[in-house]
């Protein structure tokens, strides 16, 4: 059981490229979470899934596009990168009900330059 | 729309001291509560969890945590903190819809 796992690692990208990110469970989790952690501002939600092909907007979307074609992956997508999303990205699971707790991937350091 | 507010950036306490870290969540909806510790470059790892029932939760490295409904609070305790207690420590809520929100986060730091 891997549990959630996140990639790549690490990656630097140059202003206006694009990038996805990937997140994988191996738990059959409904519930899907993008968010990114950057000092004195916790973690922010950025999109959400709670089931296979659908999406909702967190609390900073802008700049992010998402998609869940599988119940295991969810994908976070850069069309043009900034620098203010240079960030620490964080993937997150839930088996489902409001009161289950978020399982969470390692981590992808992003830098925009 | 549901929030959490942590009050304190920063928390300072000598080894073997207590500790609380301050947590308040508004919701329009009945709330289910979390506490997550994120150590120097890692994820975050569940501390503990209020989903009903009784408003003092433990955890089982010595920390607890009281759900509060009329303060709106979930503050977090432990009666004395050790060097590996070192660590960020967030405060979530859920309940409106299907998000999880977090706060900003406390950084506990001790000092020997």
């Known amino acids: 059981n891997a549990g959630v796992t996140q990639t790549p690692k690490f990656r630097v990208l140059k202003t206006g490229q694009s990038m996805t990110l990937l997140c994988a469970q191996d738990m059959n989790h409904e519930y899907m979470y993008w968010y990114r952690q950057d000092p004195g501002m916790g973690l922010r939600l950025i999109h959400y899934?709670?089931?296979?092909?659908?999406?909702a907007k967190g609390e900073v979307p802008d700049g992010y596009n998402v998609s869940r074609l599988k119940k295991q992956n969810f994908l976070l997508g850069l069309e043009s990168a900034a620098p203010s999303q240079t960030s620490v990205y964080f993937c997150?699971?839930?088996?489902?009900?409001?009161?289950?707790?978020?399982?969470f991937g390692p981590g992808t350091r992003l830098t925009v330059l | 729309a549901q929030s959490v507010t942590q009050l304190d950036s920063q928390v300072p306490v000598f080894e073997e001291a207590p500790v609380e870290l301050r947590c308040n969540y508004s919701?329009?909806?009945?709330?289910?509560l979390f506490w997550y510790v994120q150590y120097p470059n890692q994820g975050l790892q569940l501390l503990l969890k209020?989903?009903?029932?009784?408003?003092l939760v433990e955890s089982i490295n010595g920390f607890e945590a009281e759900f509060n409904k009329s303060q709106t609070s979930f503050h977090l305790r432990k009666p004395s903190v050790h060097i590996s207690d070192t660590a960020e420590y967030f405060c979530a809520v859920s309940g409106e819809g299907q998000k999880l929100v977090f706060g900003q986060g406390t950084r506990l730091t001790i000092n020997p």
């Open positions: 899934s709670v089931g296979e092909g659908t999406t």
């Open positions: 919701s329009s909806v009945s709330v289910y």
């Open positions: 209020y989903l009903s029932g009784s408003t």
């Open positions: 997150a699971s839930r088996p489902g009900l409001a009161g289950d707790r978020g399982f």
